[in-house]
């Protein structure tokens, strides 16, 4: 567990700490793009770039915390999550529209996965 | 408040509100449930928890808030790794405004409607502001986030109080929301060969990435990797259709 920095501990430190360590570096980056997003045409071929590095990158995100997987998560075997993602993904291939079940079946997959006696 | 104005904002407020509520709403406050369950987890109180589903505004950020703190990892650590990993924040929000800009937008009001962009908002926005009248999209940006963000904070505050009832493998259900409800998303909003290819690329680069290169660096190497070569692949294709 992360203590708390002696100096500016105390009953407000949860908040404090969420502020400097979590609000900060996530919004620093939307009022960064508000700065460059002026100068830019919403048909330039630049933001069709950034839009797909934000969408590796997003992969990315979905790839760590499925493989490095945080709490709880971490003790399901990787087998059952890689196949409850698949699931889930293979739904929504079939039909787009079906964001929603998808995600339920795949929870399905995983929570009965993680159930059965390893 | 006249007319106009009411068309320009209250309506579209409403019908995004509502749509977001007819489904992208309950799946992205299903998706930061887990969040609560992670905050009680570390002994936060649950008003962090909320706050942090609020100011923060990212599933991805709040886990790596929570799981960091579990971990005994560093501040300056933590701080490091939700940047890295908002840093995505900047290409997709750099890509949304354009679409919600209006003539004499201020920057603050550019700098709240910022505030919204997450992965929901972000896709559901690409995909449905485009069909919207110019002047009606920024009410309806709001109403559509305003429902996710009210919606996420009910149920980061029941994840937290249900942390302690249910069973473990329920507590990974929850925590596995996340990843799977973005991954369907990403796999819904594919518009072309180049999301395909950035989508497949990013799944494969980032553990790689994360053995090679380690923390913190990684997730950006790889997307930029991957969204780059996704863009080739796509402009590549693209160039004989527009010139024919």
């Given at each position: 567990m992360t203590q708390p920095i002696a100096l500016l501990d105390g009953p407000w430190w949860p908040y404090l700490a969420l502020l400097l360590f979590a609000v900060l570096p996530t919004e620093i980056w939307r009022w960064l793009a508000v700065a460059f997003a002026r100068r830019l045409d919403e048909r330039s071929p630049w933001l069709e770039w950034v839009r797909l590095v934000a969408t590796a990158l997003l992969a990315g995100v979905v790839a760590k915390l499925v493989l490095a997987a945080p709490g709880a998560l971490a003790g399901v075997p990787l087998a059952v999550r890689l196949a409850a993602l698949a699931t889930a993904v293979t739904v929504v291939l079939i039909d787009r529209r079906k964001v929603m079940l998808a995600v339920i079946l795949g929870e399905i997959v995983l929570i009965g996965g993680a159930w059965l006696p390893g | 408040m006249t007319e106009a104005a009411s068309?320009?904002?209250?309506?579209?407020?409403?019908?995004?509100?509502?749509?977001?509520?007819?489904?992208?709403?309950?799946?992205?406050?299903?998706?930061?449930?887990?969040?609560?369950?992670?905050?009680?987890?570390?002994?936060?109180?649950?008003?962090?928890?909320?706050?942090?589903?609020?100011?923060?505004?990212?599933?991805?950020?709040?886990?790596?808030?929570?799981?960091?703190?579990?971990?005994?990892?560093?501040?300056?650590?933590?701080?490091l790794a939700i940047?890295?990993?908002?840093?995505?924040?900047?290409?997709?929000?750099?890509?949304?405004?354009?679409?919600?800009?209006?003539?004499?937008?201020?920057?603050?009001?550019?700098?709240?409607?910022?505030?919204?962009?997450?992965?929901?908002?972000?896709?559901?926005?690409?995909?449905?502001?485009?069909?919207?009248?110019?002047?009606?999209?920024?009410?309806?940006?709001?109403?559509?986030?305003?429902?996710?963000?009210?919606?996420?904070?009910?149920?980061?505050?029941?994840?937290?109080?249900?942390?302690?009832?249910?069973?473990?493998?329920?507590?990974?259900?929850?925590?596995?929301?996340t990843p799977i409800f973005f991954l369907c998303s990403m796999t819904a909003g594919i518009r072309g060969l180049g999301d395909k290819v950035a989508i497949g690329l990013g799944l494969v680069l980032a553990p790689m990435a994360g053995w090679a290169i380690g923390g913190g660096f990684d997730l950006i190497v790889s997307g930029l990797v991957g969204g780059s070569l996704a863009f080739l692949v796509q402009r590549r294709r693209k160039a004989p259709e527009t010139r024919g």
């Open positions: - | 068309n320009q904002w209250l309506r579209p407020w409403g019908r995004g509100f509502r749509d977001a509520l007819m489904l992208p709403a309950w799946v992205v406050g299903l998706s930061l449930m887990g969040v609560g369950t992670l905050a009680r987890d570390v002994g936060y109180p649950v008003e962090a928890a909320v706050l942090s589903t609020v100011l923060v505004w990212a599933g991805p950020s709040q886990v790596l808030f929570f799981a960091s703190i579990a971990g005994g990892a560093a501040w300056s650590a933590i701080a940047g890295f990993a908002s840093l995505r924040f900047l290409p997709m929000t750099v890509a949304l405004l354009p679409l919600l800009r209006r003539p004499g937008q201020s920057v603050a009001q550019q700098m709240l409607l910022a505030h919204f962009v997450a992965v929901t908002a972000w896709v559901e926005a690409l995909r449905r502001l485009p069909q919207i009248p110019p002047e009606q999209r920024v009410g309806y940006f709001l109403g559509f986030a305003n429902a996710l963000i009210a919606v996420s904070a009910l149920t980061t505050y029941a994840g937290f109080h249900l942390a302690g009832v249910v069973p473990a493998p329920v507590a990974a259900g929850l925590l596995c929301l």
